[in-house]
């Protein structure tokens, strides 16, 4: 075999092996999306169920119509009830296909706004670890807070560490 050849052939197999990761993903979406629409059901509360793939985790999507505020109690003060809700949905998936699942799951646009707003303290913290030459350490996040921190901070070109024990784990961003 040429080495042409051998490329080829491993380009195809990583193409089924993508088709694959998104077919198990979209699986993972709806069984979340079932989840989700009985636990609506039973809230006796309206919303819809949108479903993605980004990278390796299947989103999903608990939106209302216009200035329905219903939702914001599955969002909690911080958060909290969100998390906890995407904890049962991550096990309602698991006992159906017997794989841990990394399912992210957004009610209301309640992560979204908040992967906006860390993203922008990740890029000023970067910038300021830059500008002082120290590194700057942030206040205790979950865990995809940090995730969202650290991306951030890699975007401007710094490193980042997280640090400590849960719950008191944080960011740290080191200078150049």
Same mark, same amino acid.
């Given at each position: 075999m040429t080495e042409g050849t051998t490329s080829a052939?491993?380009?195809?197999?990583?193409?089924?092996?993508?088709?694959?990761?998104v077919t198990r993903?979209?699986?993972?979406?709806?069984i979340a999306a079932d989840y989700l $629409?009985? /636990?609506?059901?039973i809230a006796d509360l309206d919303g819809d169920i949108d479903?993605?793939?980004?990278g390796d985790r299947a989103l999903v999507s608990i939106v209302s119509d216009g200035n329905d505020r219903s939702l914001q109690r599955l969002v909690g003060q911080d958060g909290e009830v969100l998390e906890a809700?995407?904890?049962l949905t991550r096990l309602a998936v698991h006992r159906e296909t017997g794989e841990r699942?990394?399912?992210?799951?957004?009610?209301?646009?309640?992560?979204?706004?908040?992967? $906006?707003? /860390?993203?922008?303290l990740g890029a000023k913290a970067a910038e300021q670890a830059k500008s002082t030459g120290e590194q700057v350490k942030l206040r205790p996040m979950t865990p995809f807070e940090r995730k969202v921190v650290h991306d951030a901070v890699a975007a401007a070109g710094?490193?980042?560490?997280?640090?400590?024990?849960?719950?008191?784990?944080?960011?740290?961003?080191?200078?150049?």
């Open positions: 052939v491993e380009t195809e197999a990583a193409a089924s092996a993508d088709e694959s990761l993903l979209e699986q993972e979406g709806d $629409e009985g /636990l609506l059901d479903m993605d793939v980004e809700l995407q904890e699942s990394r399912l992210m799951l957004d009610i209301a646009g309640f992560r979204a706004r908040k992967r $906006e707003e /860390l993203a922008a710094l490193r980042s560490e997280s640090e400590g024990e849960e719950p008191e784990r944080c960011v740290v961003v080191l200078p150049v």
